[in-house]
């Protein structure tokens, strides 16, 4: 049986193994201590805050049929809140619950949904993947700790694309193509309030500000949680400021989210920030296929496509079809 290192296990990674774990013996390498990737959670009770993707929508037949078996399991559910966006100050749209454009989230967190894809796989979870090199025509991935881990035919690599792209062997057929794809950052302020807001909303997309999104996480379905605000900046205003002091990231948006709302957010009893210095792609390729069948290697992610999860699904179904595709005729 052949065997297939996969580097990352977002939804990208973890779709993959899915995929390939019949034909293959899979092994996921992940340099974080558990599994997800933007579909993060972050709990400081009694507060608990889905920091990376709020949501996502499922439009393909094919992503559908993927998230059937955790619909029914209840480790997704539809979240009917109350959707609007922001211009300025002034809510200028509201989205009906009823509408066919269902936003899912996992429960009791969005890493649950990583969590299920995850289990009874080979994954070594800390282990930060510093090289790929050929070894008796074989693929060797080196740790950062010093790990060695031998003989695998295939490698996909599912990261951002310039983490990609700095790991990815020369030889891959795209290499030069990876480091067209840039991305663009965004941070995320996680604040806990004593008392619950009076918003008119559960999230709201906001128009011309250095934020883009608030979601009071708390008042998502399964959340049996302190009030808890999640509140993610406008891309441009990330990749300007993503250098700077926490303290004056947390104060400047703050300050926005408090104008925006017209009520004080800097009473927050806890605050806390994540940086995504890799949050969204702003150059997509044609095709979702980067697979280069002769060296064999593969990469994938959101970024192939437009940014969302399902797009993180759609490039790795892509994938690791074509390498389903090429193990069965061997």
């Known amino acids: ?99 066919e454009d269902i936003h899912y989230i996992g429960t009791p967190g969005m890493n649950s949904m990583c969590k299920y894809l995850s289990e009874g796989l080979d994954i070594k979870l800390s282990t930060r993947i510093t090289s790929i090199n050929k070894c008796d025509d074989l693929w060797q991935l080196q740790s950062e700790s010093g790990g060695t881990y031998l003989g695998f035919d295939w490698v996909i690599i599912t990261a951002p694309a310039k983490q990609t792209y700095e790991l990815m062997p020369r030889q891959f057929k795209y290499y030069n193509e990876l480091q067209d794809h840039l991305m663009t950052s965004c941070i995320s302020v996680m604040l806990g309030l004593d008392d619950s807001l009076d918003l008119d909303f559960d999230c709201a997309k906001i128009f011309k500000s250095d934020i883009e999104l608030i979601s009071v996480n708390s008042n998502k379905p399964a959340r049996k949680n302190g009030y808890s605000l999640l509140i993610q900046s406008a891309h441009s205003w990330a990749d300007l400021h993503m250098n700077d002091s926490k303290d004056y990231i947390l104060n400047h948006l703050c300050q926005e989210t408090s104008q925006l709302l017209r009520t004080d957010v800097s009473k927050a009893v806890h605050k806390d920030v994540h940086f995504w210095r890799y949050a969204k792609g702003t150059k997509h390729q044609e095709t979702s296929i980067l697979i280069d069948n002769n060296s064999k290697l593969a990469a994938c992610g959101d970024w192939c496509l437009d940014g969302s999860v399902e797009s993180a699904f759609t490039a790795a179904l892509n994938v690791s079809s074509a390498i389903r595709n090429v193990l069965s005729n061997e």
């Open 1 to 99: 049986m052949s065997k297939v290192a996969i580097v990352g296990t977002g939804i990208s990674g973890l779709t993959c193994a899915n995929y390939l774990k019949s034909m293959a013996d899979v092994t996921l390498f992940e340099k974080a201590r558990g599994v997800g990737g933007r579909m993060a959670t972050r709990r400081a009770a009694p507060f608990c805050f889905d920091h990376g993707a709020q949501y996502f929508t499922a439009n393909t037949i094919d992503f559908k049929r993927f998230i059937n078996p955790m619909l029914d399991n209840k480790v997704l559910v539809p979240w009917r809140g109350r959707f609007v966006e922001f211009r300025g100050d002034t809510i200028i749209k509201i989205h009906s619950s009823n509408s």
